[in-house]
């Protein structure tokens, strides 16, 4: 059995996407970037420990010693600057705004961990906003989407109307890039497509 080392709703759909059987694993792991570290270590660096963590809960509990933990981390970054999931209104306008008309990248980084041996992949998208007013940030902050959105925003909801293009992994912009992930099964043996009655 596999296991998500995540409470996104977002992720999960996604595994369920493609098949994937698994249980969720929760774990809490801080979330606060080194001050030399480069955004895209960074986001490797949570998504590994997540992992890490899943698997570290798992054996403490005693279930699933040898099972495969999945970890998985999204941050967006412009000018970098990394976005990760706005404190409030204040700070989510700005995130937006800082947004508005401009080409930012979303990094989202999986991370396979299983006994002692661990891979992680990373995925960076491009995503180019139109250009935003105060007020429709200000209406969309209200609606609650964007409250445990890294960058602010969610692009497979309400959010997708601020999106003029993307250059790269929609899924990785959602959460859990899936050619990564496949990428990742593929290297441990482990099946996709399991709940669709082909395997």
């Not at 959602?174 to 992930?181: F, R």
Request: net charge neutral; proline share 5%.
């Amino acid at each position: 059995m596999l296991y998500l080392a995540s409470k996104s709703p977002r992720r999960a759909q996604l595994l369920r996407q493609i098949g994937v059987s698994f249980d969720v694993v929760d774990v809490d792991v801080e979330e606060v970037p080194g001050a030399t570290e480069s955004p895209g270590d960074y986001v490797k660096r949570l998504a590994e420990a997540k992992a890490k963590a899943g698997a570290e809960r798992l054996s403490m509990l005693q279930i699933g010693f040898d099972a495969p933990v999945i970890g998985a981390d999204t941050i967006g970054v412009c000018e970098g600057r990394i976005l990760e999931k706005p404190a409030d209104e204040d700070a989510a306008v700005a995130m937006l705004q800082h947004l508005s008309g401009r080409i930012h990248q979303v990094l989202s980084a999986v991370s396979l961990c299983r006994r002692r041996e661990q891979s992680t992949r990373l995925s960076v998208t491009s995503v180019k906003f139109r250009p935003l007013s105060e007020s429709e940030c200000r209406v969309y902050w209200r609606t609650g989407e964007p409250r445990d959105k890294a960058g602010g925003y969610g692009i497979q909801g309400l959010g997708a109307v601020f999106v003029e293009s993307i250059n790269g992994s929609y899924s990785g912009v959602v959460g859990l890039p899936i050619e990564e992930t496949i990428a990742l099964l593929r290297d441990f043996n482990i099946p996709w497509w399991t709940t669709t009655g082909w395997r």
